[in-house]
């Protein structure tokens, strides 16, 4: 992240724009209604008959439930943080359908527009379906609604994950075999870019590193909500605008889950973790001045630390930048990786 000059332990996307006026937020939600279609089930269910609209805040309830069990492995035990993500402060390009039968919504897929190095894309925050009705076409439907929705606001393109700052996976894990050939099928390729990295840590295992002292000379702190403003302004100038507003995601948990490192009012770095997903750390950056002095190394460990005070055994380390530096620090070892699956949009009319 940043320049050569900035020391990034994590990295991620830059360009994500401020918020817009309200009235293309209204824009971007009539576009997702007027994507919204209607869609036969298949496999022998030709009476029923399955609506794709645009969601609403009334979806709010039945999407975060279906999302829960419908997720894979623990990616819908955050309840807080899928809330956040799809319903949260910075969501005004933000988009979504939901499928439903019989009154009761069985299939759900969020996206995001961007505009990143000069160009609009669109993002894939997530997509679901209820176990019974999956491999009859809602799936499909409702990435071809986001899709429609993306065109629609000028997107050249869409991705299947990475949206930060707010994202639920920096990509598809490289191990899901179902969704990478839903994704294929739906018309999503790999670019020619590496994977991004999730390294993993056992907490318990390595917990003589993990609490290992911080320097006695090294002032650190937690994050507190007072001081979000002049944080936000520092992040920002520093390391950028995606950066900065995912950081700024730690002031919404509680306690804040963000450490700082500050001498002479001047911030020399911070760790944050649970911006997204509880459980997942990053970002983290420290400063070029406060190198050889284990800046970095401490927000980790008091990051981490917070996990083992709360019972949590293991955690992942985000869109990994510096391996070495995380596994020599805290024993992490390669964990999941994620492909940016993306597909070109076809040009509004």
């Not at 996307?13 to 009235?23: D, H, K, L």
């Not at 623990?74 to 807080?80: L, P, S």
């Not at 439907?141 to 997107?155: I, Q, R």
């Not at 393109?157 to 894990?173: E, F, K, L, R």
Request: proline residues 6%.
């Amino acid at each position: 992240m940043g320049g050569p000059a900035r020391r990034a332990r994590c990295r991620g996307p830059e360009g994500v724009p401020s918020r817009r006026p309200r009235g293309r937020e209204r824009r971007v939600r009539h576009l997702a209604a007027c994507a919204a279609h209607r869609l036969r089930g298949s496999r022998g269910r030709t009476s029923v008959v399955t609506a794709v609209r645009a969601a609403t805040e009334d979806d709010r309830a039945g999407v975060l439930d279906l999302l829960r069990a419908a997720l894979p492995q623990d990616a819908g035990d955050d309840a807080e943080g899928l809330e956040r993500l799809l319903w949260g402060d910075e969501v005004a390009r933000d988009f979504g359908v939901v499928a439903e039968r019989d009154d009761r919504i069985v299939g759900a897929a969020f996206a995001t527009v961007a505009d990143r190095d000069g160009t609009l894309r669109a993002y894939v925050k997530v997509v679901a379906v209820d176990g019974p009705q999956r491999r009859s076409g809602v799936g499909g439907a409702l990435l071809s609604a986001l899709e429609k929705t993306a065109a629609d606001t000028g997107a050249v393109a869409i991705q299947a994950g990475g949206s930060a700052p707010a994202y639920w996976w920096p990509g598809v894990d490289t191990a899901d075999a179902d969704a990478l050939a839903f994704f294929g099928a739906c018309g999503y390729a790999a670019p020619d870019a590496e994977p991004a990295p999730n390294l993993d840590v056992d907490l318990v295992a390595h917990e003589n590193l993990v609490r290992r002292a911080a320097p006695p000379d090294l002032p650190m702190r937690r994050l507190t909500v007072e001081e979000a403003p002049a944080f936000e302004a520092w992040m920002r100038s520093t390391w950028g605008d995606t950066w900065a507003a995912e950081a700024g995601a730690a002031l919404q948990r509680d306690p804040v889950s963000c450490f700082v490192s500050e001498e002479d009012g001047d911030y020399l770095g911070f760790a944050a973790y649970d911006t997204n997903r509880a459980g997942w750390f990053g970002p983290m950056g420290s400063s070029p001045e406060s190198r050889g002095r284990g800046v970095g190394a401490a927000l980790l460990r008091a990051c981490l630390t917070d996990y083992l005070d709360a019972g949590r055994t293991t955690c992942e380390i985000a869109w990994v930048g510096p391996v070495d530096f995380y596994a020599r620090t805290v024993g992490a070892v390669p964990g999941r990786t994620f492909v940016a699956l993306a597909k070109p949009l076809p040009a509004a009319r």
